[in-house]
Nanobody, 122 residues
Framework: QLQLVESGGGLVQPGGSLRLSCAAS????????MGWYRQAPGKQRELVAF???????NYADSLKGRFAISRDNAKNTVYLQMNSLKPEDTAVYYC????????????????WGQGTQVTVSS
């Protein structure tokens, strides 16, 4: 089975920074897009950013300039550097990836991590 495991969440003061990591493990043949979503209490899950296997990135408009997504293909890991954090960034952050577990084109699917809590508060 394929798993995505996030790490790096926690409590940070406004204006601070955090770096989230998400490592894919298990039966992996290929990974295409990797990304981050977040869900604040009482709100719908929303896209934060995604990155393709060749490094093309896309961000939620409201987060451009503060957040940066990157990946290490050799480690099957995606990162999210979050700077100048605000209380409204408080949410559970979820890793998401489009992966194949073998060479069969039908094995492609979307996978989610369990989420990591980010709390921005003084």
């Amino acid at each position: 089975q394929l798993q995505l495991v996030e790490s790096g969440g926690g409590l940070v003061q406004p204006g601070g920074s955090l770096r989230l990591s998400c490592a894919a493990s298990g039966s992996i043949f290929s990974i295409n897009v990797m990304g981050w979503y977040r869900q604040a209490p009482g709100k719908q899950r929303e896209l934060v950013a995604f990155i393709t296997s060749v490094g093309t990135t896309n961000y939620a408009d409201s987060l451009k300039g503060r957040f940066a997504i990157s990946r290490d293909n050799a480690k099957n890991t995606v990162y999210l550097q979050m700077n100048s954090l605000k209380p409204e960034d408080t949410a559970v952050y979820y890793c998401n990836a489009h992966c194949a577990i073998d060479s069969d084109s039908l094995s492609w699917g979307w996978y989610w991590g369990q989420g990591t809590q980010v709390t921005v508060s003084s």
